[in-house]
Nanobody, 118 residues
Framework: VQLVESGGGMVRPGGSLRLSCTASGFTFERYAMTWARQAPGKGLEWISS????????DYSDSVKGRFTISRDNAKNAVYLQMNRIFLEDTAIYFC????????????RGQGTQVTVSS
């Protein structure tokens, strides 16, 4: 299993970023996928999951209405569109080969850093 996140960077509050995760080494279309994040000094936080078919996405209250998860099974990719970014969104963002229930145990990539600063 290999998961490679990209798209992070520095952004101002209120800005937008689009994170991408490219998967390989497993049958991507058969698995729910999750985005999680880890802020400095904190544990891994679940933020969004999407099922195999790409419908019925689920979001944490902290990102609901601002972030959108999507996937492209033809490209073995999952995305996280981040809009109206807050300072507290600063974290390393990981994609995880798992749904919400098992996101702490699933394989994940090396992460991509998102830093929000004015």
């Amino acid at each position: 299993v290999q998961l490679v996140e990209s798209g992070g960077g520095m952004v101002r509050p209120g800005g937008s970023l689009r994170l991408s995760c490219t998967a390989s080494g497993f049958t991507f279309e058969r698995y729910a996928m999750t985005w999680a994040r880890q802020a400095p000094g904190k544990g891994l936080e679940w933020i969004s999951s999407i099922n195999m078919d790409g419908d019925d996405p689920d979001y944490s209250d902290s990102v609901k209405g601002r972030f959108t998860i999507s996937r492209d099974n033809a490209k073995n990719a999952v995305y996280l569109q981040m809009n109206r970014i807050f300072l507290e969104d600063t974290a390393i963002y990981f994609c995880v080969k798992a749904g919400r229930e098992y996101y702490t145990r699933g394989p994940r990539g090396q992460g991509t850093q998102v830093t929000v600063s004015s």
